[in-house]
């Protein structure tokens, strides 16, 4: 699946869990950290020595397995405990997403093989169906979702014209 794929189903699923921003944000990235190993994902290319370090395992192989989902929670476990529980759903998402496809997820990295439900190629027909369903989706309820963020941030600007007239 494409990251853009991936990144918006981590944005609707962390806010569909949690109206905090910061957690939506690490949702977010959960969901798109799998592809790290990938020199041309979203995530690589802004820092690209990244995935010849991961990548030394081979490209979809640790990052996309439970152990890879494990590894990468420790950080978040002990530095942003409270987000561990979005973390790993994002992170699970995506490793969802990519067993629909025909290249599948090694969820059991180092042993086993690939999981695969074979609907189809990354890019394919499918994410073009996904893709509309999380359109509609997000235009269904993400007004509701993204009402609370909406309130926040109408009240920073708030106070950031109270602060104007204080100045
Ligand atoms: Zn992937």
Known sequence: MNGATHLAT???????ITTSPIGIAVGSLAALLPD????????????????YIIGFFGHRQLTHSLLGAF??????????PEYLIIFITGYL?????????????????PVGRSFSLKLGVSGGWLEGIYIVCLFV?????????????IEAIKGWFLELQY?????
């Open 137 to 149: 989706i997000g235009s269904l309820w993400g007004q509701e979702l993204f009402s609370v963020h």
């Open 93 to 109: 998402s995506h490793l969802l997403l990519d067993t629909m496809t025909n290249m599948g997820t090694p969820w059991l990295f």
């Open 36 to 51: 790290i190993d990938e020199p041309n994902s979203m995530l690589s290319r802004k820092i690209p020595i990244i995935p």
């Open 71 to 80: 590894l990468f929670s420790i950080p978040i476990f002990i530095w942003l």
């Open 163 to 167: 602060f104007r007239f204080l100045f």
């Open 10 to 16: 981590g944005i609707l699923l962390s806010a569909a």
